[in-house]
């Protein structure tokens, strides 16, 4: 199992950027992928981003591709996604977990007990 603790979230403009992090413990690597999912106040939860881990390809939920990227530093065992030019639209608690699914879909594992407590990340003039 992989526990993690994701950060870097607050409010920002429309257009503005942030950074997350996703610092796991346990074996993240013994995982086939990594990914970022959020949830919008009265939504499911839905994948954002993923990437797998023996060659690091990247995927992306249309609605961010372009100004999302996702990166993993192995060493420091974290997940990052940098995003930018935020939209209303992001606005959700973003969480971090292994993927359901990491290709041309980015699946929300079902079921998974080890959803962190997430970051919220609030898009709003």
């Known amino acids: 199992q992989v526990h993690v603790v994701e950060s870097g979230g607050g409010l920002v403009q429309p257009g503005g950027s942030l950074r997350l992090s996703c610092a796991a413990s346990?074996?993240?690597?013994?995982?086939?992928?990594m990914g970022w999912f959020r949830q919008a106040p009265g939504k499911e939860r839905e994948g954002v981003s993923c990437?797998?881990?023996?060659?690091?390809?990247?995927y992306y939920a249309d609605s961010v591709k372009g100004r999302f990227t996702i990166s993993r530093d192995y060493d420091k065992n974290t997940v990052y996604l940098q995003m930018l030019n935020l939209k209303p639209e992001d606005t959700g608690v973003y969480y971090c977990?292994?993927?359901?699914?990491?290709?041309?879909?980015?699946?929300?594992?079902?079921?998974?007990?080890?959803w962190g407590q997430g970051t919220q990340v609030t898009v709003s003039s």
């Open positions: 346990g074996s993240s690597s013994d995982y086939y992928a």
């Open positions: 977990a292994p993927p359901g699914r990491c290709d041309s879909l980015v699946v929300v594992p079902q079921p998974w007990n080890y």
């Open positions: 990437i797998v881990t023996n060659d690091g390809s990247t």
